[in-house]
């Protein structure tokens, strides 16, 4: 079993920054990778980032440039910097962790940005 938990959302207006936290707990040996998804209200909920055990780091294109992912393991921690926002950028922000049992996946954290 892994827990995770996300924070850092908030409301910011377009062109600022949030950095968003996901905290691990439980199994977290058996973590494979870490992904960050955002799902906006009427849309499917979507990949925007993620980074493996071995520090790998994949984008979606529409956040490449402006969103940084990083992980703390002392920490057990992953990160979503995300700079430039733009009000297309509103969503709920979920934290899936994959793993040799299958994903799992934290409530989310809202992120608003205002035009």
């Known amino acids: 079993q892994v827990q995770l938990v996300e924070s850092g959302g908030g409301l910011v207006q377009a062109g600022g920054s949030l950095r968003l936290s996901c905290v691990a707990s439980g199994s977290i040996n058996r973590i494979d990778a870490v992904d960050w998804y955002r799902q906006a209200p009427g849309k499917q909920r979507e990949m925007v980032a993620s980074v493996t055990s071995g520090g790998s780091t994949t984008y979606a294109n529409s956040v490449k440039g402006r969103f940084t992912i990083s992980r703390d393991n002392a920490k057990n921690t992953v990160y979503l910097q995300m700079n430039s926002l733009k009000p297309e950028d509103t969503a709920v922000y979920y934290c899936?962790?994959?793993?040799?049992?299958?994903?799992?996946w934290g409530r989310g954290t809202q992120v608003t940005v205002s035009s």
């Open positions: 899936k962790a994959q793993t040799h049992y299958g994903p799992y």
